[in-house]
């Protein structure tokens, strides 16, 4: 009798991948069971009154009482693993806790409950990690929102929100998301990256820091330019500790994320309506107070709306020194996103008006992106210069060009000077900082 191998082995992997699943099932079972019981022990608001560390600590022993009443086999070291997760289902967020853990996590993609990615060195991989069902990860979601004083149901179906390291979180639910609830999650370390590591990763050159080294130092006004996910909010962080500890700054934000070194720094944040549609108070608002607050500085997250003009205004009327974000994908599209930004907020202006404010208030232009191979790199460094005839009119000091792909799939090309001093260079002389010639000389390779 005649046996077919390759049926056989394909039954058997089969096989293996239904008890896999089986055995998945039931420990995931076996977990939310004790922590039903957990619940039933302990006072919640009691517990979340105190710090996390601490009641992890005084919870564990109770946890561990639990896991080893639950006549289930297992080793040690799954007991360790359950007691860990149950406790991070009780004061974390769950699933996703080890991941909110990993350094080497930038992006956490909730897709569907059974389809988690994550982004590493800019590049996206799944994992093997799963919540229960819709309602598991809809009530972890919930966790993250109420804790930040904002709320998600039906009739508010989207929100902002950050986790208390800073990291910004966006939840979409059902009737919105089709498919079942969706969280992104943007990481942000705990230490901001600082200009020696920019360095180290060739994302730009020590020519290149030297030159915004001084352009914060002399007060320009500088737009960071870039697409979603090309370090745009990073890049702001490392500039904004070029600024003198002795000046006051305002930083104004949808969800606090910059981590400014300074002490003497004023934190504002947008708030939504509440469940009334009443009490939202926008970034145009905040900006337009932060005007009263005796600053040296105002630090904009991202301008992607009518608050464009107040910040140009701002930039215009004494506040030089000013930084902010926008959405685009070159420095020529960086002006025209301000154009039509402005034109949202007021109609009465002609396209001239609003050319003459965004060529006498932005002084330089940095342009950010993620290449291909994941890196981000500083790709334009460009001047502002004014205006010819009705157009906004700029030059490059520094450009990225791109020569090809390695065999190992890295990103090959040049940082080139395009050897043009730029205009400002009597405003960085005056504020004590002549930069040497070679600055705007030097070309380095990447290979």
Request: proline content about 5%; aromatic content about 4%; hydrophobic content about 40%.
């Amino acid at each position: 009798m005649s046996v077919n191998t390759e049926t056989y082995r394909s039954d058997a992997k089969a096989s293996d991948s239904n008890k896999g699943a089986k055995l998945g099932a039931s420990y995931q079972e076996l977990k939310f069971a004790i922590h039903r019981k957990l619940l039933d022990r302990i006072n919640l608001e009691a517990v979340y009154a105190m710090p996390s560390e601490h009641v992890r600590r005084e919870i564990r022993p109770s946890v561990a009482k639990l896991v080893n009443e639950e006549k289930t086999p297992l080793s040690l070291a799954e007991k360790e693993k359950l007691i860990e997760e149950v406790l991070d289902e009780v004061f974390g967020l769950g699933p996703l806790e080890p991941l909110l853990n990993d350094k080497t996590v930038s992006d956490i993609l909730v897709t569907t409950p059974h389809k988690i990615y994550v982004e590493r060195h800019g590049k996206l991989e799944r994992t093997d990690i799963e919540f229960k069902d819709d309602a598991h990860l809809l009530r972890i979601i919930e966790r993250v929102v109420s804790r930040v004083g904002r709320r998600i149901d039906e009739s508010s179906p989207m929100v902002d929100a950050r986790l208390p390291d800073g990291s910004r979180v966006n939840a979409v639910i059902p009737p919105l998301a089709v498919d079942g609830p969706l969280l992104s999650i943007r990481r942000f370390g705990g230490d901001p990256l600082q200009p020696a590591d920019l360095l180290r990763k060739l994302s730009l050159t020590e020519g290149m820091l030297e030159l915004l080294k001084a352009c914060v130092k002399a007060r320009l006004n500088i737009i960071i330019s870039g697409g979603t996910g090309a370090g745009k909010t990073t890049f702001l962080n490392m500039l904004s500790g070029f600024i003198p500890s002795h000046e006051r700054i305002v930083t104004i934000e949808d969800a606090a994320e910059l981590q400014l070194r300074q002490t003497h720094v004023a934190r504002l944040e947008t708030r939504p309506a509440n469940i009334e549609g009443k009490g939202a108070v926008a970034q145009r608002h905040l900006l337009i107070n932060a005007l009263r607050m005796r600053p040296d500085r105002i630090i904009v997250g991202e301008v992607r709306g009518e608050e464009a003009l107040d910040m140009l205004q701002a930039m215009n009327t004494g506040h030089d020194g000013s930084l902010t974000t926008v959405h685009a994908n070159t420095p020529r599209d960086a002006i025209s996103r301000l154009e039509f930004m402005i034109s949202m907020a007021s109609s009465n202006l002609s396209v001239r008006s609003i050319r003459q404010q965004i060529s006498s208030a932005v002084d330089l232009i940095i342009q950010c992106s993620r290449l291909a191979d994941g890196t981000r790199k500083v790709t334009h460094i460009t001047e502002c210069i004014g205006m010819e005839g009705e157009v906004v009119t700029s030059q490059d000091l520094f450009v990225f060009e791109k020569t090809g792909i390695s065999d190992q799939g890295r990103v090959q090309g040049a940082f080139r000077p395009t050897g043009v001093r730029p205009k400002f260079s009597e405003r960085l002389k005056a504020a004590g900082m002549d930069l040497p010639p070679a600055v705007f000389q030097t070309t380095v390779r990447v290979d």
